[in-house]
């Protein structure tokens, strides 16, 4: 593939302004300047430096990101920044989304990609993806809350009983929750339904992904699609 097209592809610009950057010499790969925007290269398990930085040739992009509280999942963030923005430009412009939304005051793993596909597959409630939250609540965690969480609970606007998958009392004001749909406030609803408030949300895991320690909050990771 032509190094140009192989920028643009990657959300490096418009084509003429992946040539200009090329010509520019801000782009190289193993070390070496390659200033010709249309010398052939091999995009396979290509790693290529733009402006001192490195970019792992990818057909989809696929990130993981420590979403920090006061940052909105949606396009159009209304009350405070939107996710979007602690991403880089060129992931930004391969139209980089949310894999289902976290609200604006929860914390923790959020994934995002560009491939519509793994978007709906990994949203979808038929494939039943299990997410984990660390949920801190308002008054004591008792045994009743964690019975009434896994027995189910009645929400507003849903015809039938929602149910955590796995739930278990980690201190005095704190429990884990697995769910495998992804609703509206859904932890948050659920647990009001079943008497108690959260006062703090936190996902530490989406499927068989952790939400790596070393990762701060505001910092994201390319990921494999292997490893989900
Ligand atoms: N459930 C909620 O209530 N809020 C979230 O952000 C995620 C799950």
Redesign the pocket.
Same mark, same amino acid.
């Given at each position: 593939m032509q190094l140009a097209r192989l920028l643009f592809s990657q959300g490096f610009g418009a084509r003429r302004e992946c040539e200009g950057l090329c010509a520019s010499g801000a782009v190289s790969i193993a070390g070496q300047v390659v200033d010709n925007p249309f010398e052939e290269v091999d995009p396979a398990g290509l790693v290529f430096r733009v402006n001192g930085m490195d970019w792992p040739f990818r057909e989809h992009a696929l990130v993981l990101l420590n979403k920090p509280a006061g940052v909105e999942c949606s396009r159009s963030p209304k009350h405070h920044a939107g996710v979007l923005a602690l991403l880089p430009a060129p992931l930004r412009r391969r139209g980089v989304q949310p894999v289902g =939304? %976290?609200?604006a005051d929860?914390t923790g793993l959020l994934l995002l990609t560009d491939d519509g596909a793994l978007i709906h597959r990994l949203t979808s409630p038929k494939h039943h993806v299990p997410k984990v939250?660390e949920v801190t609540t308002k008054h004591p965690v008792e045994q009743t809350l964690v019975d009434r969480l896994l027995a189910g609970v009645m929400l507003d606007d849903e015809p039938l009983i929602v149910r955590a998958t796995g739930a278990e009392i980690t201190g005095t004001h704190t429990l884990r929750l697995v %769910?495998t749909e992804?609703k509206y406030?859904? *932890?948050? =609803?659920m647990v009001a339904a079943a008497s108690n408030r *959260?006062e703090g %949300?936190h =996902?530490s895991a989406f499927g068989s992904l952790q939400l790596p320690a070393d990762l701060a909050p505001g910092h994201w990771r390319w990921l494999d699609p292997s490893e989900l």
């Open positions: =939304r %976290l609200d929860t939250y %769910l992804g406030h859904q *932890v948050k =609803r *959260v %949300l =996902r």
